[in-house]
């Protein structure tokens, strides 16, 4: 199993062969939307919506043998991008390795440029609410 | 006479630059528009010369402040054809216009019952207004439906009309849509019941004739910034005989006549509504900016800005995929439209890499949205410094992303 910094070296290497073309860039962030597994119905509720994301998103995730599998959807193609990258970055790991993560690839990839402040507020508010699930767990764990 | 627009761009120092690699094309004029170069010296030399606060000071530079401040009163009275210029009242924008009207007319002539009539394409900023006025009054809102095509529903507005209406406070041209409103023949049947009309002229005054006297509105309400001019800065024309009747705003220096611990009277109009210190350096350089509008020709500039739009519907009706919204007969000059299967952010963000700005969401009309089914639309609005080769530009980078999804 990779490494939470091993998969974001990853995604920067991916990123620098793209270069500095923006369209580019955004069309491969929506193609990456495209690969999301598909989001569970039941989960599509107004409980599971982040707050802070100008586009809708839907997070939900569940503990299995002590690692984190995380489920999310959006209605916009740039955001569901960013949320399998999120996605790819945190799935399967620990709950203790999620909260210590520091999740650099985003300004490694440029990305706060290209998105503007309006979708990296959204992307901050999915991560925090993705280590929130980690620290749920990880007290679950604790407990 | 048509426009020459390259010398039009020469006067707009912002225009030439590049985003993302391509040369900007400035689509989000319904937004703000970009100012030139005379309201920018205008801006600079009153910090750097004329720099005073204004009417009181007993010395050369707030006397040459004031007399520049009086001016685009005057300057504003004529471009809008008010019978006199203490009927003009400068604000911090139409919001704040509107806010006032609501607020002091609103304490004088509204009671539990009454009603105000707004439509289905106003602006939060004409509408939040009034539902506070109605919980606190007890009066109530009432709203003027429109057709799929986002036009209002004549008889329907006629059928809302009543002894009970007090206000009609609707939009000139609809920010989202384009849509133009027959502001003459609202104000007319208003009249003809006895209630009085707020006209919202944020996005009509730059594009069209607006002659308070020919209408006959009662409050015309709008901002600088999207006339060429600075930001902070709005309108708020009203007839001398409602402001006079209506109470301050706001308290403070300037609207007063006499301060006494146990008695305070209010100064005339406009002062009395002008509580503070105003936007001095804004309103001075708003002048060369209704003095660029004037000289260029609104009936030029509204010639020009509709060959823009109706060459984009030209160019963009047959595409695949893409969807106008908002199709009234008299439109200025802005395009709404969706692209099937795509969220509106997301074609603004890809138009944002070719260096084009538009404005993407709900464009502060939820309830607009939500008639039209709809949770929100690209919009590209023109101005008289936009081109047909940026039309073009325009067109084809939808169409390339339209193509993504509408195979």
């Known amino acids: ?143 | 006479m048509s426009i020459q627009v390259n010398s039009i761009r020469s006067l707009f120092p912002i225009l030439h630059q590049e985003v993302n690699g391509n040369p900007l094309i400035y689509l989000d004029n319904a937004a703000t528009t970009q100012k030139p170069q005379a309201v920018l010296d205008a801006l600079t030399h009153y910090y750097e010369k004329d720099n005073s606060n204004i009417h009181r000071g007993a010395h050369t530079l707030a006397d040459r402040a004031t007399r520049q401040f009086e001016e685009t009163r005057e300057s504003v009275k004529a471009y809008i054809g008010a019978r006199e210029s203490a009927e003009i009242i400068f604000t911090r924008g139409t919001t704040e216009s509107i806010n006032l009207v609501a607020k002091t007319f609103g304490a004088k002539y509204l009671q539990k019952g009454d009603e105000i009539l707004i439509s289905t394409l106003e602006h939060h900023s004409n509408i939040v207004p009034w539902q506070m006025l109605c919980e606190h009054t007890g009066a109530i809102l009432k709203i003027i439906p429109i057709t799929d095509a986002g036009e209002l529903i004549w008889e329907e507005f006629e059928k809302l009309l009543s002894s009970k209406t007090k206000l009609v406070s609707i939009v000139h041209a609809s920010n989202a849509l384009g849509t133009i409103n027959p502001a003459k023949r609202i104000i007319d049947a208003a009249h003809a019941v006895g209630a009085k009309v707020l006209l919202d002229g944020a996005q009509s005054t730059s594009h069209l004739d607006v002659d308070v006297q020919a209408l006959d509105c009662d409050f015309l309400a709008f901002s600088a910034h999207k006339l060429y001019g600075p930001t902070g800065l709005g309108v708020l024309y009203g007839k001398r005989e409602l402001l006079e009747s209506m109470p301050p705003f706001l308290g403070g220096g300037e609207m007063i006549r006499e301060v006494t611990f146990e008695k305070t009277t209010y100064n005339t109009i406009p002062f009395k509504f002008e509580a503070g210190t105003p936007s001095i350096a804004e309103v001075i350089a708003f002048k060369p900016a209704l003095d660029f509008i004037t000289s260029t020709g609104k009936a030029n500039i509204h010639h020009h800005e509709n060959d823009l739009l109706q060459y984009a519907v030209e160019l963009l009706q047959d595409v695949k995929g893409v969807i106008p919204v908002g199709t009234a007969a008299e439109k200025i000059a802005v395009f709404s439209f969706n692209i099937q299967s795509m969220h509106p952010f997301d074609v603004g963000q890809l138009l944002d890499a070719k260096g084009i700005a538009v404005r993407t969401g709900h464009h502060c009309t939820q309830p607009l949205m939500q008639r039209l089914g709809l949770e929100g639309t690209v919009r590209a609005s023109f101005a008289v410094y936009n081109t047909r080769a940026e039309v073009e530009v325009f067109a084809q980078a939808v169409a390339k992303i339209a193509s993504l999804k509408n195979k």
């Open chain 1, 1 to 143: 199993m990779s490494t939470i910094a091993d998969i974001q070296n990853e995604i920067v290497a991916e990123f620098e062969i793209l270069g500095e073309d923006r369209e580019s860039t955004i069309f491969y962030i929506m193609e990456l939307g495209g690969t999301l597994e598909p989001y569970p119905e039941s989960f599509r509720k107004d409980e599971y919506t982040i707050q802070g994301c100008q586009s809708k998103v839907w997070l939900v995730a569940e503990e299995q043998e002590g690692k984190v599998i995380y489920k999310a959807d959006s209605n916009t193609d740039i955001t569901k991008g960013l949320i399998s990258l999120l996605i790819r970055v945190l799935n399967h790991q620990s709950p203790k390795e999620i909260l210590n993560a520091d999740l650099d690839f985003i300004p490694r990839i440029g990305m706060g440029n290209i998105l503007g402040s309006q979708r990296s507020n959204g992307l901050a508010a999915m991560m925090n609410q993705m280590k929130r699930y980690a620290l749920a767990f990880q007290t679950k764990q604790n407990a």
